[in-house]
Each structure stands twice: as structure tokens, then as C-alpha cells.
């Protein structure tokens, strides 16, 4: 059963039989009740097919939102009276037959009969899903702002900080000044491979000694994984960039200044194989060249 052209309706009209008494008709009349004015103005009771009620909506985020809702939907449908037997709830995105306007938002469940005020989301709620993940964000910030929990700006974003957070900045941009100083640390780990952790200090005073062993770690790990990967191909990259990270990893590995790296070490170090291969022809040099000042800091 679907909505009919109202010549149609008048056509089949006699006394005492009117729309009224359409379950289909009953249950678009009471939309706005039973889902509330937001709600309804993105969706519309289309069909009556048995049992089943076809509802059209906005968007298919409006149909999953509604889906949720689908018990309480039923129930209020099945309070309309006799004559409405709705066993299931079907939607479909898009097809909306009549011009929606962007719907006011409701403020306190008095302007509401029945479960209007139950299936609004909260009052301040956007009637529409954000467009994009930029939008999103920008709504959440402007949530927080109101916030009685909103504490000073964000000192890299200005986005509110939580008031109960100690900290001078936002979860986001605190991880990406910590991957920030990361890159920083490894690339002075990488260019100068032979200094201790006192002579790295000279350069970034700040740098703690479990800080410097969290990064060497992950740096001789990717070193190992870039020579190895050379060992089983058989041959080098087209940049060559294995022989500078063969460098660093020796110096960083054995902890040794350069002038005490013997072919002894690097072969230790590396293996023969991979040794050959990095430095090929009469082994590996005395003393492995320092590397450039360019590397593989971040995968």
C-alpha cells in the first residue's frame, strides 16, 4: 500500500470511509510524534506492504539511525490504534517525496507528543551528518568550547583543553610534537653515530638517557631490516642508501669511535655476506665512511 494521488482518494471517497481510516495515512500524520520534528523532517513513511513499513530517508546515516530506533518506532506505530499492523521496519535512502526544510532544533520535550522527545539525539544534535572529517571536527571543537569542562586553548590548534587535563596542549598535537622530536633525535643519532649520549647533549641538552636508548633501539632494528632485506635480494637499492645505513649501524651497534672499527667488527657486526655485499671487492674498508646527512629516519 502506498500513498495515492488525492484525485484518486477522492474518486474511491464515500461516507463514512475517508483517509483517515488509511493505516498509511494514519501512521505520516503521526510521524512527527512518533519520531520527532528533526527526525522527520529527514524521513517519510512511503509504503505499507503487509506487515512491513517502508520508510524513506535523507541519507543511509539517516536510515542506520533510524534502524537503532526500530523497536520504539514499532511500538509507537502499534499505539496509533486498530487497523495499523506493522510488524517491520524497512528504509531506503533517498526518494523523499516531499521538499524537507532544515528543521529547527527542539528545545525541551514539551513541543513534542508521544516518543518525539525520546528519539531526539540531544538538543543541540546536527540535523545533518557532517560532509566530511574536517566538518566533524570543527563541530566537536565548537561543543567542547561550551563545555563546563573546557579549559585554556590549545597551544598549537587552539582547540579547548579538557580542564582537568594538566597540559599545555591537545592529545593530537602532543602526539605529533612527540613524533616531531623523535625524527629530530633519530636524525641526530643517524648523522653522528659515534657520540656518546653526553656529546648528543651538547646538541639537544634536553635528550634523556631513555629517550636516546628508545630511539637507537629503533633505529638498529629498521637498520637490520634495510641490510637484510639487501642480504637475501642479493644486491643493493638503486639509491645505495645501505652503505650509509651499514655505517651508522656499526658505529651505533659496536658503540666504538670510527678509528677503532676494523674489518674484524664489521664482519662481527654484519656477517661476511652482507659485509661483501656493502663493501664488495678486498672486504670492508678500516674504517667505514660517516654517513650523510641524509637517511631513513621514518619508514
Known amino acids: 500500500m502506498s500513498l495515492r494521488p488525492l484525485r484518486a482518494a477522492v474518486e474511491t471517497w464515500a461516507p463514512g470511509r475517508g483517509i483517515a481510516a488509511d493505516p498509511l495515512h494514519r501512521i505520516a500524520a503521526a510521524w512527527p510524534q512518533i519520531v520527532g520534528r528533526n527526525v522527520a523532517a529527514h524521513s517519510e513513511p512511503i509504503e505499507l506492504s503487509g506487515t512491513t513499513l517502508l520508510v524513506a530517508t535523507r541519507s543511509s546515516a539517516w536510515s542506520q539511525q533510524l534502524q537503532f530506533l526500530s523497536p520504539e518506532i514499532l511500538r509507537a506505530v502499534l499505539g496509533l490504534g486498530p487497523g495499523v499492523e506493522v510488524k517491520r521496519l524497512a528504509f531506503r535512502s533517498g526518494g523523499l517525496r516531499r521538499s524537507v526544510r532544515r528543521a529547527g532544533t527542539v528545545r525541551g520535550a514539551g513541543s ?112 637490520w631490516s634495510m641490510l637484510d632485506r639487501a642480504r637475501r635480494a642479493g644486491k643493493l637499492s638503486a639509491s645505495g642508501i645501505e652503505r650509509h645505513v651499514a655505517s651508522s649501524y656499526v658505529l651505533l651497534q659496536s658503540r666504538l669511535p670510527p678509528d677503532r672499527i676494523t674489518p674484524a667488527v664489521v664482519a662481527n657486526l654484519l656477517g661476511e655476506e652482507t659485509a661483501r655485499l656493502i663493501w664488495p671487492g678486498d672486504g670492508p674498508p678500516a674504517k667505514p665512511p660517516r654517513p650523510g646527512r641524509s637517511g631513513p629516519f621514518v619508514e
Open 112 to 223: 513534542e507528543a508521544g516518543s518525539a522527545g525520546r528519539l531526539e539525539r540531544g538538543n543541540d544534535a546536527p540535523l545533518e551528518p557532517a560532509a566530511d572529517a574536517s566538518e566533524a571536527l570543527a563541530r566537536f571543537r565548537a561543543r567542547i568550547a561550551v563545555s563546563p569542562r573546557a579549559g585554556a586553548a590549545c597551544a598549537a590548534c587552539g582547540a579547548r583543553l579538557d580542564a582537568r587535563r594538566d597540559a599545555d596542549c591537545c592529545a593530537p598535537c602532543a602526539g605529533a610534537r612527540e613524533r616531531a622530536r623523535q625524527t629530530e633525535i633519530q636524525r641526530l643519532v643517524y648523522m653522528t653515530p659515534w657520540l656518546t649520549l653526553a656529546d648528543l647533549r651538547e646538541q639537544m641538552p634536553d635528550m634523556s638517557g631513555s629517550e636516546f636508548e628508545r630511539e637507537r633501539r629503533v633505529l638498529l632494528q629498521r637498520w
